[in-house]
């Protein structure tokens, strides 16, 4: 199975900060990656697609990036509304795996 | 409107079972690929299963091998999850997903399934 590590596993941001978040496989999956964005009691919401496609009525300060084994997701400049849990996910193979996840808190 | 709506869940016993749908609306069912995504209490996102369009292409994940099964009637829109031996550790919402060129990206409410005595 092809295990993904995100790190870190929670941060603390102000609201105008730059965060970046990153997703490490443990093979290659070329750009089979997504970035999923989940409020507490909510569906999961899907952010970015293949490594670095911007899901549609996704606001453009999120933006992903990487292939093979590293991707990462930055948020430019955080909202109020950003403050949430980050999970990657592979769909290069089965088994597919989610990263831990990443909690974005208010500092 | 395009959406899931998932139903079925509940409160059961350790080794009983329990049959988990998804109604899809808005798009053409059949022409998707779908999934079966879990998050135990406070824990991360654990793909279930898939289902090809047709009912072909099962995939599951090694923890419920042999007790859940994905199917799905295009007929009715519909997807399911049947769920036996069910244990403490199927804890979890369960929510239904479209896959599209394998991401997730059309997500029911999620069903709560608790596993206790």
């Known amino acids: 199975d092809i295990q993904m590590t995100q790190s870190p596993s929670s941060l603390s941001a102000s609201v105008g900060d730059r965060v970046t978040i990153t997703c490490r496989a443990s093979?290659?999956?070329?750009?089979?990656l997504d970035w999923y964005q989940q409020k507490p009691g909510k569906a999961p919401r899907p952010l970015i697609s293949?490594?670095?496609s911007l899901q549609s009525g996704v606001p453009s300060r999120f933006s992903g990036s990487g292939s093979g084994t590293e991707f990462t997701l930055t948020i430019s400049s955080l909202q109020p509304e950003d403050f949430a849990t980050y999970y990657c996910?592979?769909?290069?193979?089965?088994?597919?795996?989610f990263g831990q996840g990443t909690k974005v808190e208010i500092k | 409107e395009v959406q899931l709506v998932e139903s079925g869940g509940g409160l059961v016993q350790p080794g009983e079972s329990l049959r988990l749908s998804c109604a899809a609306s808005?798009?053409?069912?059949?022409?998707?690929?779908m999934a079966w995504v879990r998050q135990a209490p406070g824990k991360g996102l654990e793909w279930v299963a898939n289902?090809?369009?047709?009912?072909?292409?099962?995939y599951n994940v090694d923890s419920v091998r042999g007790r859940f099964t994905i199917s799905r009637d295009n007929a009715k829109d519909s997807l399911y999850l049947q769920m036996n031996s069910l244990r403490a550790d199927d804890t979890a919402v369960y929510y239904c997903?479209?896959?599209?060129?394998?991401?997730?990206?059309?997500w029911g409410q999620g069903t709560l399934v608790t596993v206790s005595s």
């Open positions: 996910l592979q769909h290069n193979s089965y088994p597919r795996t």
């Open positions: 997903a479209r896959e599209n060129w394998g991401t997730f990206d059309l």
């Open positions: 293949g490594a670095s």
């Open positions: 808005g798009f053409t069912f059949s022409t998707y690929w």
């Open positions: 289902i090809g369009h047709y009912g072909s292409g099962e």
């Open positions: 093979q290659g999956i070329r750009g089979d």
